[in-house]
Nanobody, 125 residues
């Protein structure tokens, strides 16, 4: 099992930037692909971004492509989500996810068995 803890959420103005972090407990995080998902009020959880275990492949939802960047620092067991040009529709609880059997960047929620508790991001206009 991997214990994941997100941080960096909060309230921001539209058009600004914010960065989320996901710290993992696993010593072998470097071998896991990681993903970010989000859930807005009254909506289903949706895929945001994913990164392969090596960090050489990324995958983004169309709604965030060009604005969000996922990256990882395996030495720090941490994955980041840099968010730029934030919009009110980006308001959601953001979750990071990992799975020890996953090495490729995946946008499928079912591929991940380990989830963080989530961090709230609120974008006001």
């Amino acid at each position: 099992q991997v214990h994941l803890v997100e941080s960096g959420g909060g309230s921001v103005q539209a058009g600004t930037s914010s960065t989320l972090s996901c710290a993992a407990s696993a010593r072998r995080l470097r071998t896991y692909a990681m993903g970010w998902f989000r859930q807005a009020p009254g909506k289903e959880r949706e895929f945001v971004a994913a990164i392969s275990w090596r960090g050489d492949s990324t995958h983004y939802a169309e709604s965030v492509k060009g604005r969000f960047t996922i990256s990882r620092d395996n030495a720090k067991n941490t994955v980041y989500l840099q968010m730029h040009s934030l919009k009110p529709e980006d308001t959601a609880v953001y979750y990071c996810a990992a799975d020890p059997s996953l090495v490729a960047a995946s946008g499928n929620e079912e591929d991940y068995d380990n989830w963080g508790q989530g961090t709230q991001v609120t974008v006001s206009s």
